[in-house]
């Protein structure tokens, strides 16, 4: 029905439905002398959908008539009640072969409801619809030619379906859409089951990845520390022997410890930093720093484990060893 169009009198616009046409266009729509509401949804029900609705009354006769649901003004409810009994009108302008016809029909107004639509499709499944809506029984739609079909169709299956009785329904639903060219049949839920399968490997994969990337940037610069040792061991026995404590020679360690995560935490921030600007992101921005400072500890933490090791080491050895030349 997106070629239907919903006119009523202007001595029927109410100052909702005035505040619904002016969100949506900047001035009146006019079509034989009444005013078009813009943007309306439809909603057709069968007998036995009605009950599944919110309503404040349940009606019987329900042919030729329709319930308004206006998200607008949703404090004062009393205003709109004026349109109750009057009519607004549907009209659809479409071409055939002879030319131009239009179809159209009164239907009279039962309630204005200011709350969003609610269908209860079963306990646990519920529609929500915050638009302006004009709520109509599917036989008074098809009677009046406003309404020739669905294009497109949602199935809510129960949570204990059995899998025979899901293959049926499956095999069903190829039939009914195999009779429309260019029709497309997905199964979400099943879709959604083989999304989560890529996005759980993904993770892992992803966590693997940044636990193996930190432990070796740690073992990396672990080894260069304790080859600057190495190479810097008969200096070190120097400083020993004129009276520098192991404890001293360890807080330069540190210290470069220290130098080497502060400048690599700076131009890993630049880099993120430039990333997220450019990148487009999914997450806030507080997300990706959470795991930024997380990676930043881990890093310190194999670092201090790795001093800790070069300290042990240290702490082993005796001047005359830090003097002593391999031959």
């Not at 349940?58 to 009057?86: C, M, Q, R, S, W």
């Not at 890529?198 to 070796?216: E, R, T």
């Not at 080894?223 to 190479?231: E, G, P, R, V």
């Not at 404890?247 to 930093?273: D, K, T, W």
Request: glycine fraction near 4%; aromatic fraction near 12%; include cysteine.
């Amino acid at each position: 029905m997106e070629d239907v169009e919903t006119l009523i009198d202007r001595k029927m616009i109410t100052p909702s439905i005035n505040n619904w046409i002016f969100n949506e266009n900047s001035t009146y729509k006019t079509y034989n002398n009444k005013i078009i509401i813009p943007d309306v949804k439809y909603v057709l029900l069968n007998k036995d959908d009605w009950k599944n609705i919110e309503a404040p009354k349940k009606y019987k006769d329900l042919d030729g008539k329709a319930f308004i649901y206006n998200p607008v003004n949703k404090k004062n409810t009393n205003e709109d009640k004026i349109l109750v009994g009057n009519t607004l009108t549907l009209v659809r302008l479409y071409k055939t072969p002879t030319g131009m016809k239009t179809s159209q029909k009164k239907l009279k107004i039962l309630d204005v409801i200011h709350k969003p639509f609610k269908y209860r499709v079963s306990p646990s499944v519920e529609i929500k619809k915050d638009d302006f809506i004009i709520l109509m029984d599917t036989q008074t739609a098809v009677k009046s030619g406003l309404f020739h079909g669905f294009n497109e169709l949602e199935i809510y299956t129960k949570k204990d379906i059995s899998h025979k009785e899901k293959m049926n329904l499956d095999k069903q639903v190829k039939s009914l859409s195999s009779t429309f060219p260019g029709s497309l049949v997905q199964n979400t839920s099943q879709l959604i089951k083989d999304d989560n399968k890529i996005y759980n490997y993904l993770k892992v994969l992803g966590m693997l990845l940044f636990f193996v990337s930190l432990i070796l940037t740690a073992i990396s610069v672990t080894i260069m520390i304790f080859s600057k040792y190495q190479t810097q061991k008969r200096q070190w026995g120097i400083y020993l022997s004129l009276g520098m404590s192991k404890r001293n020679i360890m807080q330069l360690v540190f210290s470069e410890i220290f130098i080497y995560v502060f400048v690599s935490m700076i131009l890993s921030m630049l880099i993120c930093c430039i990333g997220l600007i450019m990148l487009p992101r999914q997450y806030p921005l507080v997300f990706y720093f959470k795991y930024f400072l997380l990676s930043i500890l881990i890093e310190i933490s194999f670092l201090i484990i790795g001093g800790y090791i070069i300290n042990r080491s240290l702490q082993r050895q005796s001047i005359a060893s830090f003097l002593r030349r391999d031959e």
